[in-house]
Nanobody, 123 residues
């Protein structure tokens, strides 16, 4: 059975940092790219960052470039999202997802999803 479990969400002040984790199991982790998405109330789910399998190529949305870093620990089958210089507009539920296709940006291009973790940034 496939599992993606996010953790690390919290309430944090603007300017602060958080590290989200996505622990995976039940699928061929080494063959999948993993992405982070977020969804705020009343808004569409948007891609934040993704990392390919193999060489670990990365993609970042313009809104987080330079502040967020995605990485993967292949020994632990876990993907991380380091979030620095957080802003109130980063407030959302954050989801990780896995795709057989590399560096995809749209939610419909992902095969497996986690349940999400809440990030709230206060001003």
């Amino acid at each position: 059975e496939v599992h993606l479990v996010e953790s690390g969400g919290a309430l944090v002040q603007a300017g602060g940092s958080l590290r989200l984790s996505c622990a995976t199991s039940g699928f061929s982790y080494d063959d999948y790219a993993v992405g982070w998405f977020r969804q705020a109330p009343g808004k569409e789910r948007e891609g934040v960052a993704c990392i390919s399998s193999g060489h670990g190529d990365t993609y970042y949305a313009d809104s987080v470039k330079g502040r967020f870093t995605i990485s993967r620990d292949n020994a632990k089958h876990t993907v991380y999202l380091q979030m620095n210089s957080l802003k109130p507009e980063d407030t959302a539920s954050y989801y990780c997802a896995a795709s057989r296709r590399p560096l995809r940006k749209r939610p419909d291009e992902y095969d497996y999803w986690g349940q999400g973790t809440q990030v709230t940034v206060s001003s």
